[in-house]
């Protein structure tokens, strides 16, 4: 019978990201909460030394696949490892981060393994033995609760919404043969080209920044940026701003954009369309700031302050370096 | 070449979705369908390449009576044919392997997906369709290049942009980014009525749906506490006001 709850680490470049502390501490929970052990796939090349990181955060056991081979995360090869770990030791939790490796890899592992999944969940629950995962519809407009009925039952937990809490356990290192070889797999990584500007992702940030259209232009963004550098947050854009050629698709927060869940979220210029509200509104702390007393984004907004965004913020800048 | 893309239709995103009473699904009263506009990139990349390389384009679709429209729509932005698979609705692995059995006797050299589907957001159904078909597959996708039979695609992560090389066929999963769909023309659209469309249910396909992810119940977001305005005239003193309850109040800086 199926037993353990299993997560997948992630690493990139040989180091763990955050959120895959995130996900061993939510699977400690669950597993405390069935009297189960949690175990890692750690896949990668040279990443053996990552393991007591992963203790740390509550994993008994940590299945390794180091090979050379996976020195940059590919689809078929990551998965073929992670499909070959789990099916030999029968898991009945597998969880993933919703990152962008791990919604690629907790897709392809679904097909794999036949198994049903919940994606970008943000809470989760035992009930009667099994896993309940919630997780928001519509990019928040509706939340949904799944059941997965066959096994492992997999979920991907959305970054930054899980704790990570420190439980150190033994995180016993279990070496596995992955069985792939370069020549198997049917895609490579020719290039990764870094993105320069050292921006902070906004789907991992704590804080968030974002300018619609009422801020006019491109240049102008520049007092985001100077808020944004204060406070350690990444700065966001509305589709109206994306549209107009200010800012680039890729900091685009809505429906058709990133969804986004930070501890605070400024929201400047912007009126709060629907499908802007739906991809934050989330966030656990929402500040508006807006000339017009009437825009929708006041009805989410925990503060708000009606005013010409470019008399305002300078001066939260201002007076958050005071603070601070 | 041979081409498919996939296609869902789904509630616009200016759509407000109201939970039913009982909490099994949503309201469909009053709501306007669309394509799902990842899926356009997808149909768009799928035209651009037919119209550089000759060959054709099959649009695939799940769904009730009403996606039909949705067929017809891609149809008449310059596919040549359709398969409406009659399943109202299946989780990702059965909405996969529908598009898995109808799309196996093309033999397509490229599948186009969108990344997500913007109702139900899980973004599984691609990497599936190919894991099923034992192809190769490229998520979020925002520039493509087929070369020397193989499909060079560029793809954002975090910090990042990736150039991979795909073996083909393939599949790929368009972004935002990756084109500027075109709008269908009213030639287009005339057009698009004549052109053949197979519909086919889940035993003309020879498949049964066994859900293996169930959605138990669904619930509207939690409402928020009403806010605050920070009143006065003095952008200054509202900010430091702000400032304050931020660093005090909501200990978020």
Redesign the interface.
Known sequence: MAKGVWIVAEQRGGALRKVSFEIASAARKLADELGEEVSAVLVGSSVEGLAPELAKYGVDKVYVADDAVFADYTTDGYSAAVAKAVKENDPSILLLAASVQGKDLSAALGGKLATGMASDCTDLKIEGGKLHAIRPMYAGKTFGEVVVDTFPQMASLRPNVFPAVENAKAGEVVKFDAGVSAASLKTKVLETQKDASGKIELTEANIIISGGRGMKGSDEYKILEELAGLLGAAVGASRAAVDAGWKPQTDQVGQTGKVVSPNLYIACGISGAIQHLAGMSSSKYIVAVNKDAEAPIFAKADYGIVDDLFKVVPEITAACKKIL | MNIVACVKQV?D?????K?KADGSG?EEGGIKWVMN??DEYGVEEALKLKEKNGGEVTIVSMGPARAMETIRTALAMGAEKGIHITIDKA???NT?AALAAAIKGINPDIIFCGQRA???????????????LG??????V?KLEIADGKA?AVK????????????MP?VITAQ??LNEPRYASLPGIMKAKKKPVDVKDAAALGITVQ???????????PE??P????GGDD??A???E??????EE?K??
């Open positions: 509630p995103t200016e759509a407000l979705i939970v949503i506009p990842y989780d990702e692995y996969a913007i109702d139900d957001d899980s973004g599984q159904v691609g990497s599936i369709l190919a894991e099923l192809l190769p597959v490229v998520t979020l925002t060079k954002p992560i975090e910090g990042a942009q990736l150039l991979i090389e795909s073996q393939c935002k980014g859900p293996k992810a169930k959605i138990v119940k669904m619930t509207p977001p928020r506490a806010g605050k305005i920070i952008p200054a509202k900010a430091a702000l400032a304050k309850l931020l660093r909501a978020v800086i």
